[in-house]
C-alpha cells in the first residue's frame, strides 16, 4: 500500500516529498507507474526541463521513463534514506526505505541508484548548487 505522502517546499532544493506517518526499513514506500519514452523522442525530452525528472529505463532500448504520482519529485542525498527499483514487466518503479524515516523527514533518494555515490555532476551540468 502507497504511504500519505505530501509535497513540501525545501530551503535550497524547490519541492521535496514527505510522509504523514513513520515509514519502517525496507517498506514500500511508493510503486509508480512509468510513462516510458522511447530512443527516437529522447533528444527532445533531454533539451526540455523534463530532463531533470527521467529514470534511466531501458539502456540497449536507449529508453527513458517518467514516474508518475511522486516517483519524479524525489530529491538527491548521497546517503539517501530510500532507494528504487525499476519492474520492467509492471511498467512501474517501487520506492522502499532503506532506514526508518520517521514523520515529516524528507524522503530522497540517490540519483546514481546506488548508495553513498557523490552526484554532484548531475546538479553541476544544470547549474544547481550541490548539497550532500
Same mark, same amino acid.
Given at each position: ?28 514506500? @511508493?510503486? &509508480? ?13 533531454? *533539451?526540455?526541463?523534463?530532463? !531533470? +525528472? ?6 540497449? @532500448?536507449? &529508453? ?13 542525498? *548521497?546517503?539517501?534514506?530510500? !532507494? +528504487? ?29 546506488? +548508495? ?17
Amino acid at each position: 500500500m502507497t504511504k500519505p505522502l505530501y509535497i513540501k517546499q525545501c530551503k535550497g532544493k524547490g519541492r521535496g516529498v514527505f510522509c504523514k506517518q513513520v515509514i519502517i526499513k525496507e517498506e514500500l514506500i @511508493e510503486s &509508480a507507474p512509468l510513462i516510458i519514452i522511447p530512443a527516437a523522442q529522447k533528444a527532445w525530452v533531454m *533539451e526540455s526541463k523534463l530532463t !531533470d +525528472y527521467f529514470f534511466n529505463y531501458c539502456e540497449t @532500448e536507449d &529508453a527513458l521513463a517518467l514516474a508518475l504520482g511522486f516517483g519524479s519529485l524525489y530529491n538527491h542525498a *548521497e546517503h539517501s534514506n530510500a !532507494d +528504487y527499483r525499476i519492474d520492467y514487466d509492471n511498467r512501474q518503479i517501487d520506492f522502499f526505505a532503506l532506514e526508518d524515516i520517521p514523520t515529516g523527514r524528507e524522503i530522497c533518494i540517490n540519483y546514481g541508484g546506488a +548508495y553513498g555515490k557523490d552526484y554532484r555532476n548531475w546538479f553541476e551540468d544544470r547549474n544547481i548548487p550541490y548539497q550532500k
